[in-house]
């Protein structure tokens, strides 16, 4: 069984920053829902359906807070961190959501390895839920088509997820022949 953190994956936002200050000592909280919301658009490929963030934040370098961003059932909590006393900010952290292109790549490249072969897989909803102990399957087929399923175990709400190739089962034995 492999064990992956997507949240190793999905912390590709670290480098995300914007300068969201507006002259005040706040910060412009209209710049964080679209710096939030654009930024996740690009992770996952689908627009969010609402971005929510605080009303107001004092600017102050250091300190944290905290977005909800929904894609339809699915939300995530978005920890975005001041890096700065000028309003420069910068995602630290996702959780509450697994995102399908991040799986798939993660699946494909493990099994691609170890196989030698170049795989693609396709998990379905592009947006999950990471629910511990939530189980669904994934798509896995090489360049002939040849492939399986993939059972995908989530153990916990940051993105952290096991999976493993599903054993095809064995065809009923036949009943034995009349004499």
Known sequence: MRSLSLSAVLLVFVGCQFQASCGGKKLNMEK???FVGSTLEKDV??????VTCPDSVKIEAGTMFECTVAFGAPKATVVISQDDDKGNVTIKSITGILIAAKL????SDDFGSKLNVHITTSCGDRVRTATAGDKFTCDARDAKGNGGKVMVTV??????VNFELVRPEAPPEAPPAAP
């Not at 798939?104 to 699946?107: G, L, N, P, Q």
């Not at 153990?155 to 952290?160: E, I, Q, S, V």
Request: aromatic share 0%; no cysteine.
């Open 32 to 34: 964080a829902v679209e």
């Open 45 to 50: 490929g689908q627009k969010p359906t609402a």
């Open 104 to 107: 798939e790549k993660a699946i």
């Open 155 to 160: 153990t916990d709400t940051t993105g952290k």
